[in-house]
């Protein structure tokens, strides 16, 4: 049975918290981040700069404070 804290890309049981940073469902094991393939925070499933991605596609990001 699959459980919302499960890990939808390595299958971790339990491994999902949600990320104090970025607010998104993020995985202690290969931190996957749900439901997203790149993140302001730098995070990408491609494995880049998931950040610079973001503004290479012409998002505005607002500097965190």
């Known amino acids: 049975m699959h459980q919302d804290n499960d890990c939808p890309a390595c ?8 990320s104090s940073y970025c607010g998104v469902l ?7 981040h749900k439901g997203l393939v790149r993140c ?3 995070w990408a499933e491609s494995g880049g700069d998931g ?15």
């Not at 299958?11 to 949600?18: E, S, V």
């Open 51 to 65: 950040y610079a991605e973001l503004e290479e596609m012409g998002e505005t990001i607002e500097p965190i404070y």
């Open 26 to 32: 993020v995985c202690d094991a290969c931190d996957q």
């Open 40 to 42: 302001y925070c730098g």
């Open 11 to 18: 299958g971790a049981r339990g491994a999902m918290f949600r």
